[in-house]
């Protein structure tokens, strides 16, 4: 069975200060790795998708990388709007799998 | 309109009445999907449509009963249902099954 471990559960950050998120998971066979960012009382919006260790993707402050065993998303200078929680997801020969988010605040 | 839309984005129901909920995609997409999100839990994948047939029932209890009558449209039929599954019931669409998926922005749904 797939599964998909995201930590920390929760992250507070100052503005400025970089940190990253981790996902890591075991799946039969990867087909795609997701990342998404969810605020309070709205669906989750799609970031990225990686396919292969060693793949990388930027979108503003957040950089997603991939090895064979986890996937992290950096954030680079965070500002209050990047206060959210943020989801993995992982697609192996069966469902899309998610974690369980890390939900990130950003102070000012 | 645009993306996927979900009406009605609040409900409230006994636990002897019947409701549904709507989806709509307009991106052409060829899958939908229903999720359930409950507080501090992953969001659970319900049940999948690829070209309006239903590929994935993932043990959900038969209170929940959905409907696609085509590629852009997807229902969710609740009847009798149990105060635990007061949650946010989120529709999503994809390309194909493989491909990463869009979001509505939800039902919430309250059982009394």
């Keep these: 069975e797939d599964q998909v471990t995201q930590s920390p559960e929760a992250l507070r950050l100052?503005?400025?200060?970089?940190?990253s998120l981790n996902c890591s998971y075991t799946v039969s066979g990867?087909?795609?790795?997701?990342?998404?960012?969810?605020?309070p009382g709205k669906g989750p919006e799609f970031l990225f998708t990686l396919y292969s260790a060693g793949e990388e993707k930027e979108k503003e402050?957040?950089?997603?990388?991939?090895?064979k065993k986890e996937s992290f998303l950096h954030i680079t200078a965070p500002k209050p709007e990047d206060s959210?929680?943020?989801l993995c997801a992982v697609r192996g020969y069966g469902k899309l799998t998610f974690g369980q988010g890390t939900i990130l605040t950003v102070h000012p | 309109e645009t993306g996927v839309t979900q009406?009605?984005?609040?409900?409230?129901?006994?636990?002897?009445?019947?409701k549904s909920l709507k989806c709509e995609q307009h991106l052409g997409h060829n899958a939908m999907y229903w999720y359930k999100q409950s507080a501090k839990k992953p969001l659970e994948l319900m049940f999948v449509y690829n070209f309006k047939e239903q590929?994935?029932?993932n043990s959900v209890p038969s209170r929940f009963s959905p409907e696609c009558p085509n590629?852009?449209?997807?229902f969710l039929h609740l009847h009798t249902l149990q105060p635990e599954d007061s949650a946010l019931y989120l529709c999503a669409s994809s390309q194909d099954l493989p491909h990463e998926q869009f979001f509505g922005p939800g039902t919430r749904l309250t059982v009394l």
């Excluded at chain 1, 100052?14 to 940190?19: K, L, P």
């Excluded at chain 1, 402050?61 to 090895?67: I, M, Q």
């Design chain 1, 14 to 19: 100052q503005e400025g200060e970089s940190s």
């Design chain 1, 30 to 39: 990867l087909r795609g790795l997701f990342w998404y960012r969810q605020d």
């Design chain 1, 61 to 67: 402050r957040l950089k997603a990388t991939l090895t």
């Design chain 1, 84 to 86: 959210a929680t943020y």
């Design chain 2, 7 to 18: 009406t009605p984005r609040h409900l409230v129901m006994g636990m002897t009445n019947k």
């Design chain 2, 55 to 57: 590929t994935e029932n």
């Design chain 2, 71 to 74: 590629s852009s449209h997807l």
